[in-house]
């Protein structure tokens, strides 16, 4: 892990803080498929962004790139300017050591489709597990937190319960809490609403779009719902085979697409 006095990229000598999240020259194979491709962009801080696109042009693997779950073909992600997976040392790219990973990496929180709670944990255990495994914390401090929380989506009274006996969105919104619990600087969100029943939806939208508002968690964000993504994102990138091939503010995205594939997405889905 490169320490302060010591920058390894260029974005990290200059004045301005580092973007939050720079993807560089990204590259992703499975197998001998190509999904992404010299892929560029940096997020700013606190910046929300929504990614579109037709299935399989990418989305989910950029952000399960960003949560290290999946390896890096080729190129660099920087977070803060600190490298994720890779650093370039001496001209050559270096992959770090597991640690260094997690040191990185646990800035980086997801909330998945399929909310991936622990089903053998009640809810209060499900949110306080990696605050003290992880970062450290009393049994005490992390539940305290867990409550706030809980508090918070709208949940304080089902601590105890298990995941089984939530429904999908009272699930999702402890997925949320259990992000949140490891305070982090990104919140990557992957279709956090497909897998709900359409009258639970709005439950969950309503405390992201809260945490939009009240937090500078910068978040990154794979959804179908347009309305949210007018809602909370500041930008919107579509995506098509791996490519980013247009981006804009969601109002101009939504009303006035310039790329014909962007039309064409957008009239099939709105
Ligand atoms: P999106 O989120 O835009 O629907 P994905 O990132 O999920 O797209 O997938 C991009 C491409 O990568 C798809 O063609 C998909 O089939 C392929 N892909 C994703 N994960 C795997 C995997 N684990 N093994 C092989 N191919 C994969």
């Known amino acids: 892990m490169p320490t302060d006095s010591t920058p390894t990229t260029e974005a990290a000598t200059s004045t301005d803080p580092a973007p939050r999240i720079e993807f560089e020259d ?14 560029n962009f940096t997020i700013g801080r606190g910046e929300r962004v929504t990614l579109i696109g037709p299935s399989g042009s990418g989305k989910t693997t950029i952000l399960r790139l960003l949560m290290t779950l999946e390896d890096l073909t080729d190129g660099y992600i920087w977070v803060d300017g600190d490298p994720l997976t890779h650093d370039r040392r001496d001209g050559k790219r270096v992959e770090l050591k597991p640690k260094q990973i997690a040191q990185v990496r646990k800035r980086i ?3 998945f489709q399929q909310f991936n709670l622990f089903p053998n944990m009640s809810v209060l255990d499900n949110i306080t597990e990696a605050p003290i495994h992880v970062l450290g914390q009393s049994k005490d401090e992390a539940k305290e937190n867990a409550l706030t929380l809980l508090d918070r989506v709208g949940l304080r009274n ?6 089984t006996q939530l429904s999908g969105g ?6 949320i809490a259990r992000a949140l619990a490891m305070d982090p600087e ?3 969100l992957d279709e956090v609403t497909s897998a709900l029943d359409p009258e639970l939806v709005g ?6 779009e809260d945490v939009a508002e009240t937090t500078d968690i ?3 964000i794979v959804t179908h719902e347009m309305q949210f993504a007018r809602d909370v994102s500041q930008r919107v990138m579509m995506f098509d085979g791996g490519q980013i091939v247009e981006e804009a503010p969601p109002e101009e995205m939504f009303t006035r697409p310039k790329n014909e594939r962007t039309q064409k997405f957008l009239e099939a889905i709105i």
């Open 26 to 39: 990204v590259e992703k194979k499975f197998g001998k498929t190509t999904v992404l491709k010299d892929l």
């Open 109 to 111: 929180g997801m909330v």
């Open 158 to 163: 089902r601590a105890d319960a298990h995941p």
């Open 170 to 175: 009272q699930q999702q919104r402890v997925a």
């Open 186 to 188: 990104i919140l990557l």
């Open 203 to 208: 439950d969950v939208l309503g405390v992201l």
């Open 218 to 220: 910068t978040m990154l």
